[in-house]
Antibody
C-alpha cells in the first residue's frame, strides 16, 4: 500500500545537526513532490519544506531557511531533511507528506511522524 | 507569507448538528485551499482539496466552499468520530496552515 515512513528523530543539543529520512513505498516516487511539515508539542501544523518531483525545486519556510536542506534520492525512494544549527523551537514531530499533484496542492499521504527534541 | 485565520478556535456540537468552520486568507488565494482533519497522536488527513473537491474515501457529509479570501468547511450531520482538530491550508504561495479549530462532541 501507499506508505511514507519517517526515521532519524531523536534528542539533540542546540546548535547540533540531525538528518531525517522519509522512505516511500507503494507509488512511483519520481512522480510526486514531497513535503516536510512539523508540529510542536500542543501546537498547530507548520509547513517546513517542499521538494519537486524532479528534485530541482526546493522551497523553505522562513523559520528554517538557511539551516535546513531538503533532498531526495530516487534510487532509494527516500527523501531527506538535513537540519543544522538546531534550536529549541525546532522541537516537534516532523511529518513527511506527498503532494497530491496539480496546481491546487494538498497533501494526500502522510507518514506517522518522527520526533525531534532539541535540548541541552 | 499568506496568513490564514480560522474561526472559531474551538466549538462543541451535538451528534446530528450541522457544523461550519471558516478560514479567511490575508489575500486572495483563488481556490488554492485545502482542509485537513487531525485526531490526537495521528497525522493529518486530507478531507477537501482545491476548496471544494472531496478527497477519495472521505464521507460525503464533509464539504468545502469558497474562493478568494473566504472559505468554509461544513459537516452536514455531525458524527461522534468527527471529534478532531481541523486545519485549513493554502497552496497559492508556498504553504501556510491555519491555527486550527478543535471540534468536540457534546
Amino acid at each position: 500500500q501507499v506508505q511514507l515512513v519517517e526515521s532519524g528523530g531523536g534528542v539533540v543539543q542546540p546548535g547540533r545537526s540531525l538528518r531525517l529520512s522519509c522512505a516511500a513505498s507503494g507509488f512511483t516516487f519520481s512522480y510526486y513532490a514531497l513535503h516536510w511539515v512539523r508540529q510542536a508539542p500542543g501546537r498547530g501544523l507548520e509547513w517546513v519544506a517542499l521538494i519537486s518531483s524532479d528534485g530541482f525545486r526546493k522551497n523553505y519556510a522562513d523559520s528554517v531557511k538557511g539551516r535546513f536542506t531538503i533532498s531526495r534520492d530516487t534510487s532509494k525512494n527516500t527523501m531527506f531533511l538535513q537540519m543544522s544549527s538546531l534550536r529549541a523551537e525546532d522541537t516537534a514531530v516532523y511529518y513527511c507528506a506527498r503532494d497530491i499533484g496539480g496546481p491546487e496542492g494538498g497533501l494526500d499521504v502522510w507518514g506517522q511522524g518522527t520526533t525531534v527534541t532539541v535540548s541541552s | 507569507d499568506i496568513q490564514l485565520t480560522q474561526s472559531p478556535s474551538s466549538l462543541s456540537a451535538s451528534v446530528g448538528d450541522r457544523v461550519t468552520i471558516t478560514c479567511r486568507a490575508g489575500q486572495s488565494i483563488s481556490r488554492f485551499l485545502n482542509w485537513y482533519q487531525q485526531k490526537p497522536g495521528t497525522p493529518p488527513k486530507l478531507l477537501i482539496y482545491a476548496a471544494s473537491s472531496l478527497q477519495s474515501g472521505v464521507p460525503s457529509r464533509f464539504s468545502g466552499s469558497g474562493s478568494g479570501t473566504d472559505f468554509t468547511l461544513t459537516i452536514s450531520s455531525l458524527q461522534p468520530e468527527d471529534s478532531a482538530t481541523y486545519y485549513c491550508q493554502q497552496s497559492y504561495s508556498l504553504y501556510t496552515f491555519g491555527q486550527g479549530t478543535k471540534l468536540e462532541i457534546k
